[in-house]
């Protein structure tokens, strides 16, 4: 049986499953294409930057939905050896 009652500190910390992890990825590179456009030094048109801003917002909450799923087996395994 699985103990589901974990806290958000011990979710962030436990095995991430792989497809997870790939979306974090994408999430946390989406949102360093949106701050790069958003910050940078040109004037730019508003549209980009309206763009720019909902992209750094998609991306951090993709990254941080997927980091907090857990991967049930390896953090029984995990837990098995004591780590």
Known sequence: MQNTDLNVLERV???TPKFFRVIRNVGLVLGMVGTTIFTAGAALPVVVTTIAGYM???????A???????????YERQQFRGI
């Open 13 to 15: 910390k436990a095995p």
């Open 56 to 62: 750094v917002t998609a991306g951090a909450v993709a």
């Open 64 to 74: 941080v939905v997927s980091q907090t799923t857990v991967d049930w087996k390896a």
